[in-house]
């Protein structure tokens, strides 16, 4: 089975820098995704690793370890819109992914 | 860009019936994906399809059937509704292969409500 854990809620001021964590056992590993979800709408892709290291994309960056089975997401200049549920997937040996339960994010001014 | 449509953004039904939520995408994608979302449980997969009328069951199935008679089509059969069926639906397609592509795009969801 596969098991993935990541806070369940976060604050943050406007234009700060956030850190969203993710940790999962898996079996086997084929990528990890980070979604963003505001409330009402459908999850969008934000990031995709599968090698070890840091991913940049503007102001979102995503780190993987695959030999600690952890992730961050890591957020700067923080706005009002960032406010969101960010989800961690995890794609393990089936190629199937598995959600952790989401991180909801609350940036406030 | 890739568009998954699903038949209802709200829907209303009482115990027993029998319910249908459909959803179709248009980037000929092979995988699509029927979850339920619910308040600190996070996204739980019920159902997948790798391919016209194939279908694996997710983590959650019991209470639930689906059917991919099309590609671009796959669809959710509530076979008596129940209560604690209430929930955010979400569908999702990707293409299969084992890269970034196959990231999943959602559809705006269905939220349920059964009485």
């Known amino acids: 089975g596969q098991n993935i854990d990541q806070p369940t809620e976060m604050t943050a001021t406007e234009g700060a820098i956030v850190q969203i964590n993710c940790t999962y056992q898996t079996s086997g590993f084929n990528g990890l995704f980070w979604y963003q979800q505001h409330a009402g709408e459908a999850p969008t892709f934000l990031s995709y690793n599968v090698l070890d290291g840091l991913e940049e994309k503007g102001r979102f960056s995503s780190f993987l370890s695959r030999s600690k089975g952890y992730s961050y997401l890591l957020l700067k200049e923080l706005q009002m819109k960032d406010s969101a549920s960010y989800l961690c997937a995890v794609r393990g040996g089936s190629y199937i992914p598995t959600f952790g339960r989401g991180t909801s994010l609350i940036v406030h001014p | 860009d890739v568009k998954v449509t699903q038949s209802s953004r709200y829907l209303v039904k009482r115990t027993g019936e029998k319910v249908f939520l459909e959803c179709v995408q248009d980037m000929d994608h092979e995988n699509m994906f029927w979850y339920r979302q619910d308040p600190g449980l996070g996204l739980r997969l019920i159902y997948f399809?790798?391919?016209?009328?194939?279908?694996e069951k997710g983590d959650i199935p019991e209470g639930y059937s689906v059917s991919r008679e099309k590609k671009e089509r796959f669809s959710l059969i509530l076979e008596s509704a129940s209560t604690n069926q209430t929930s955010m639906y979400l569908c999702a397609s990707s293409l299969q292969g084992p890269s970034n592509q196959e990231t999943q795009y959602f559809g705006p969801g269905t939220r349920l409500l059964v009485l």
């Open positions: 399809s790798y391919d016209v009328k194939m279908k």
